[in-house]
């Protein structure tokens, strides 16, 4: 998964049993569990994921 937002921005990144905060560069990629996730932030962001074709 990628999250793209200005630079230096702070994302909360909250799964089931953690909850993380990631500090963007660039475009910083992630890896999130299977399941639910909450991303929150007091500034603009994206969220991209990379779908492969079958």
Not at 4 to 33: C, K, L, M, N
């Amino acid at each position: 998964m990628q999250l793209h937002a200005p630079e230096g921005t702070f994302i909360e990144i909250q799964e089931e049993d953690d909850s993380q905060i990631q500090r963007i560069t660039y475009a910083t990629f992630i890896e999130v569990e299977e399941g639910t996730a909450v991303f929150k932030s007091d500034k603009l962001f994206w969220i991209g994921e990379f779908v492969m074709e079958v």
